[in-house]
């Protein structure tokens, strides 16, 4: 990563330690500052800014509303992780865990506030940010919902599956960049192009998340490989593999996806073999690089000097190229 993205990720970083979200009751505001301290990317604030410049320099303007896009992030992982029962986040106790499933619970609602609070500092569009915002929420929520129903199902196709990634993942990165471009009194059209190439770099990224998974380095993965495989959830490579498998493939399949009692490690490695008796791999692959071909396509399309764009391409290659 270039030392400007790193410089920016420090405002970023910086601007939320400024953040003053309350002070009592503490068990409501504590929890807050405890998940928005527990670090990550801070992609889609990143994106914001990004756009931002490409039409103008003075991004320091809007920086409240870049953070409210990742408080708003922030946010839904909090309630995620209590429907998903997790006990972990980036490494530490989710805060239902640490605290309660009621207390993370409000808190979180909390930091939807905030983040409404954030973005009514917009001078310009206001009233289309926010507009925007809400519908890139409940499509958040909509895509939670389809993970949590797909979950009762024996399978889903292909279209179901990259509609649910559009909506719970890769519509925040699409707004993240549109919100930039906003801010900055860009065209209508060079905004809604930033959204969907938002949107089709976001699907292709959690296509990349699923074959690391399975085909990662473990050194270099951070967590453990395979892990998909062991919860039976439900990836591109499952469902694909799902979609595939002749007769013996599709029991042996079903035998680990169905079994309560199993040595971990050889039920990932049975079921790797089957994808790769399958080339899963590399249709996963072919997918995940068509999406990042039609987002490229449509940022090359975006009247503007190609210099510009420069930070924005060079900070997406390097989130395709990572390998964890």
């Known amino acids: ?18 953040q003053q979200f309350g002070e009592a009751p503490k068990t409501l505001y504590d929890p807050i500052d405890y998940i928005m301290s527990l670090g990550g990317k801070r992609l889609r604030p990143l994106l914001v800014i990004l756009a931002y410049r490409l039409f103008k320099e003075d991004h320091e303007k809007i920086l409240d509303q870049a953070i409210a896009v990742e408080v708003f992030h922030n946010f839904t992982l909090m309630h995620d992780d209590i429907m998903d029962q997790a006990p972990l986040r980036r490494g530490k106790p989710t805060v239902h865990k640490k605290w309660s499933e009621n207390v993370a619970i409000l808190s979180g609602d909390v930091m939807l506030v905030k983040a409404y ?24 929520c909509e895509g939670q919902q389809f993970d949590m129903n797909f979950e009762e199902l024996p399978t889903v196709s292909e279209a179901e599956y990259i509609n649910m990634i559009r909506l719970k993942t890769a519509v925040l990165l699409g707004f993240s960049l549109k919100l930039g471009a906003m801010l900055a ?38 967590k453990q490989v395979g892990g998909d495989i062991i919860s ?6 499952l469902l694909k593999a799902l979609e595939l498998a002749n007769t013996q493939q599709a029991e042996q399949l079903r035998f680990w996806i169905n079994s309560t009692s199993f040595n971990p490690e050889e039920k990932v490695e049975v079921v790797k073999s089957i994808y790769n008796e399958l080339g899963i791999e590399e249709l996963t692959l072919n997918k995940m690089n068509d ?24 900070f997406t290659n390097y989130l395709i190229n990572r390998e964890n």
């Open 232 to 237: 039976n959830k439900k990836t591109y490579l």
């Open 117 to 140: 609070d954030l973005l009514l500092g917009t001078d310009t569009n206001l009233k289309q940010v926010i507009k925007d915002f809400n519908t890139c929420a409940a499509g958040v």
């Open 1 to 18: 990563m270039t030392s400007d993205l790193q410089q920016l990720i420090q405002q970023i970083n910086h601007k939320l330690e400024e």
């Open 185 to 222: 009194g860009a065209p209508e059209n060079a905004s809604n192009a930033l959204y969907q190439f938002g949107v089709d770099i976001g699907i292709g990224f959690q296509l990349k998340d699923d074959l690391l998974d399975v085909y990662a380095d473990q050194e270099k993965f951070g």
């Open 291 to 314: 999406f990042f071909e039609k987002g490229f396509n449509g940022l090359n399309k975006i009247s503007l000097d190609e210099e510009k764009k420069k930070p924005l391409i060079e």
